[in-house]
């Protein structure tokens, strides 16, 4: 039976019966290559089959001497080019250390790009919905299960104070408290000059500036004052967390704790959660000072209000309540930041590009979820009367 022979490529100042030098023949609807496909020979070769593609349904590398890397780059390529005109088209032919050679290669190409892709229905967006849901749910459980792990870490820690690392606690109370009362003032300060200024600038028109007081005083003590430096923590101690657990999951040092028999639990995270929780109310407290300075100032300057006039006001007018209820907040707020900062981070995996998303997805979620329990507050507040 006759078999129709193309000769696709053969190189220049070749002899016919040298078989080293690499040859591509399209016969009897197979591509077959021969001699030694190397760096410095398949150069000669074509990098398109469009007149024969139609009719070559295999690749035969049985007649090939030598292959190696890019040789191999060569057959994939050419592979890749021939299937996608239709339909599979196989190696045969090839040995052993061919097929792995081969085989690592196809790995390490380069994905194709991508079709376009077709605009997206209803039930599509319905389906993305879901599962967006799906997985937040799921996240949310796993967040419940590490907060009632670290409750029960910190439970023993009570019952055994001896559990608790008081040098790392004491580094991470100076690392979140210390350290952040810089801008936690300079932040509190400069939001009570803008609450007095904007304030005056209302109160003026119908001759009530002195409440500017009142305002300045709820606004800083009962919200603001907590909010903005729980919103402060979580940005910088929040992803401070992440960042460090991370790093040391990157590092398999977390791994290499639970080999030794220590819990990360006790060790990484108790530590960072408790200085949060004894910090973030004295945090709160110096930004409560800071606002009502920033705020008398401001209405010393703009409204003529001298400071004791503010100071008595102050007094006399302002519940207690206001400044417990900042209060009263504050260690929710920090078991917030703390229990999602050690979560994400010991979610990290072994890449910098896991490490740099979840820390994101640490101080986002800290903000959000921080918000949303100042809002319940506020419900519950306003239900009880105060």
Not at 225 to 237: E, K, N, P
């Amino acid at each position: 039976m006759d078999q129709e022979t193309v000769k696709i490529a053969e190189p220049k100042g070749s002899q016919r019966g040298d078989m080293h030098l690499p040859r591509a023949v399209v016969s009897g609807g197979c591509l077959l290559l021969s001699g030694r496909l190397l760096i410095e020979n398949i150069v000669h070769l074509p990098g398109d089959f469009h007149a024969a593609s139609s009719s070559v349904a295999a690749i035969d590398i049985a007649q090939v001497i030598s292959l190696d890397t890019a040789g191999a780059w060569y057959v994939v390529a050419m592979q890749g080019r021939l299937a996608g005109d239709g339909g599979d088209v196989p190696v045969t032919g090839a040995d052993d250390a061919q097929k792995q050679l081969l085989e690592t290669v196809r790995r390490c190409m380069p994905p194709r790009e991508a079709e376009a892709a077709r605009p997206r229905s209803i039930s599509d967006r319905l389906e993305a919905l879901g599962r967006k849901t799906a997985a937040g749910g799921h996240v949310a459980l796993e967040l419940t299960g590490f907060l009632g792990q670290v409750i029960a870490a910190l439970g023993a820690v009570v019952i055994r104070p001896k559990r608790l690392r008081l040098t790392s606690l004491v580094h991470h109370m100076q690392e979140v408290g210390w350290n952040a009362i810089p801008i936690v003032a300079l932040m509190s300060f400069l939001i009570g000059v803008v609450l007095a200024f904007q304030g005056s600038v209302q109160l003026r028109q119908f001759g009530a500036e002195v409440f500017v007081v009142d305002l300045i005083a709820i606004s800083v003590l009962r919200e603001l004052g907590i909010l903005l430096t729980a919103i402060v923590i979580a940005g910088r101690s929040g992803s401070a967390f992440t960042a460090a657990i991370g790093s040391m999951k990157m590092r398999e040092e977390v791994d290499a704790m639970r080999t030794l028999g220590l819990d990360p639990i006790d060790i990484l995270v108790v530590p960072r959660v408790l200085a949060l929780i004894l910090m973030l109310p004295v945090l709160g407290l110096i930004s409560d000072l800071s606002g009502l300075i920033g705020g008398a100032m401001m209405s010393w300057i703009e409204l003529g209000v001298s400071p004791p006039v503010f100071q008595s006001r102050l007094v006399s007018n302002t519940d207690v309540w206001h400044f417990l209820v900042g209060m009263i907040k504050a260690p929710f707020f920090a078991m917030i930041i703390g229990i999602i900062g050690c979560y994400e981070g010991l979610k990290v995996g072994g890449n910098a590009e896991s490490l740099g998303r979840l820390t994101s997805t640490s101080v986002v979620l800290s903000i959000f979820m921080v918000i949303v329990a100042d809002a319940l507050f506020s419900v519950v507040f306003a239900l009880v009367g105060v």
